[in-house]
């Protein structure tokens, strides 16, 4: 297995906050996040992921979490969320529920695919060429719930990809590239920790543990991987960094104070990150 892998999970506005927090607490501390082999994203993960890619320092896009800048209006009516929940609790198989949701989200009626895709354009901040280090980026079909992996081979391009890996079901409309309809990559997980089984070491954070559903959450996919033999560190938010965070994710007033105890809770923690990360650069 080749060494290091970063997998960066979804979780709104004010998750990919406290993920960036996470990140520059760590690199202060001497932990390079900003050198894995490879990163993964999904959804948030996707767009910050991208960033920490194409070269952008954790502490500069933490800077920026404070400034509040990189503001995202993601509105959520109650109607949508009762849709989701409908769609994505109507059955216990896996399978069966992510295909409901793909349905939903192809029948739903929201604002043109233009708008998401300038939106994530905007989010990265001119990064529109898949960076010479390693980034995947998960979704997920809508027809069929099958997960993709895009990566530079895959010959769909980066903004698509990573708009594809942030279309909420249901709030976002599904984004169309290479002949299919795609949704968030968090529509079966919320941390595709399995897109780093070829690694020795992997740093996942999660923002949101469990996706809505019957998936398997973060704290089972990290138990999988450590039967196989990867070392693994496994971060999501602790009770200071959920109080920040509040119950509403898409809340752009709360990334600064997300983003603070995102990087508080990685200073604490940054010893026993140190004792399983190897820095591959």
Not at 98 to 106: D, E, I
Not at 231 to 244: H, K, W
Request: aromatic letters at 4%; hydrophobic letters at 45%.
């Amino acid at each position: 297995m080749r060494d290091t892998a970063l997998v960066l999970g979804g979780g709104g506005p004010v998750g990919g906050a406290w993920m960036i927090g996470v990140l520059a607490g760590l690199s202060e501390a001497g932990v390079g996040v900003d050198r894995s082999h490879v990163v993964v994203g999904t959804s948030a993960g996707a767009i910050f992921g991208t960033r920490l890619a194409a070269g952008e320092p954790p502490q500069e896009l933490y800077e920026r979490q404070l400034a509040g800048a990189d503001e995202v209006e993601l509105r959520v009516t109650a109607a949508q969320t009762l849709r989701f929940l409908w769609a994505a609790l109507g059955s216990r198989d896996p399978q069966r529920s992510v295909r409901r949701l793909g349905r939903a989200a192809l029948r739903a009626r929201t604002g043109p695919e233009s708008q998401l895709l300038d939106m994530v354009g905007t989010l990265l901040r001119g990064t529109r060429d898949w960076p010479d280090r390693a980034l995947r980026i998960a979704a997920v079909d809508a027809e069929t719930g099958a997960l993709e992996t895009f990566d530079a081979d895959s010959k769909v391009p980066l903004v698509e990809a990573v708009a594809a890996s942030c279309a909420v079901p249901l709030v976002s409309p599904p984004v169309t590239a290479a002949g299919r309809h795609w949704i968030d990559g968090g529509s079966r997980t919320t941390v595709n920790l399995h897109l780093a089984a070829d690694h020795h070491h992997v740093l996942a954070l999660a923002p949101i543990p469990r996706a809505v559903g019957p998936h398997p959450d973060a704290h089972q996919q990290a138990a999988q991987l450590a039967a196989q033999g990867t070392e693994i560190t496994l971060l999501t938010p602790d009770r200071a960094s959920r109080r920040a965070m509040g119950r509403d994710l898409t809340a752009d007033a709360r990334r600064p104070a997300a983003a603070r105890a995102g990087h508080a809770q990685a200073t604490a923690l940054a010893h026993t990150v140190h004792a399983v990360w190897r820095d591959g650069g």
